[in-house]
C-alpha cells in the first residue's frame, strides 16, 4: 500500500511540474534554513501606544452617534476604532486615514495633529 502511495505522489509530483513548465512558471528553489544565534535577543514589545519618532500622527475622537448614519459611514466608524461618543484614537497620519476623516467629518473632529 505505501509503495502505491509513494508512486502516485510522484506521478502527481511530475505532472505538476510538467504543467508548470508549460505554463511558463519559474521552479520554485528550496531556500537555505535560516541560521538562528547561539543567543538571541528577546523581540521588543509591541509599541501600539508611543509612535515612532518622525511620524505624524493625528487624534481624532467621535462627537457624534452613527445610529441615524448610512452603513457605509458606520463602517468607517468602526474602521477609525471609534465605538462611542467622547472616544479619542489615536492614528497614523495617511492619506487613506484623511480620507475616512473626510467621510464621517459630521461625526468625528480632529483633536490634534
Known sequence: ?????????KDVDALLTEVASAAGVPKKTAKPAATVPAKAAPAAPAMAAAPEAGKKTV???????????PV????????LGLRRIRQEVVRPDTPALRGQILKVRHLVEVVGE
Do not use: P, W
Open 72 to 79: 457605509d459611514q458606520k463602517q468607517t466608524l468602526k474602521g
Open 1 to 9: 500500500m505505501a509503495e502505491k502511495e509513494k508512486s502516485s505522489k
Open 59 to 69: 487624534r481624532i475622537r467621535q462627537v457624534k452617534s452613527g445610529i441615524c448614519a
